[in-house]
Nanobody, 124 residues
Framework: QVQLVESGGGLVQGGGSLRVSCAASGLTFSRYTMGWFRQAPGKERDFVAAVTWTGGFTWYADSVKGRFTISRDNAKRTVYLQMNSLKPEDTAVYYC?????????????????WGQGTQVTVSS
């Protein structure tokens, strides 16, 4: 049974930093691309970032490029999202996801398993 468990969310002031983590179990973690998405109230779930199984290639949404960094530790079966220079518009529930046969990295429908999400709130 695949499980993804996010942690590390919270409340931070604008301009601050936060790191969220996602621990995976029930799959061969090191084989798959991992992604982060976010969903603000009343909005669709949007792509944030993704990383290949080796960690050698990453993708970012334009809105977070230069501020957020995705990384993974295959030994710990964990993927991270370091968020710097946070803005109030970054406020959302952040979800990690795993894609078993990924073709379009920014498409949430391509991901097979999801975590329960962790709330990130950025105050102005």
């Amino acid at each position: 049974q695949v499980q993804l468990v996010e942690s590390g969310g919270g409340l931070v002031q604008g301009g601050g930093s936060l790191r969220v983590s996602c621990a995976a179990s029930g799959l061969t973690f090191s084989r798959y691309t991992m992604g982060w998405f976010r969903q603000a109230p009343g909005k669709e779930r949007d792509f944030v970032a993704a990383v290949t199984w080796t960690g050698g290639f990453t993708w970012y949404a334009d809105s977070v490029k230069g501020r957020f960094t995705i990384s993974r530790d295959n030994a710990k079966r964990t993927v991270y999202l370091q968020m710097n220079s946070l803005k109030p518009e970054d406020t959302a529930v952040y979800y990690c996801a795993v894609a078993l046969n990924l073709r379009v990295v920014r498409d949430s429908h391509e991901y097979d398993y999801w975590g329960q999400g962790t709330q990130v709130t950025v105050s102005s």
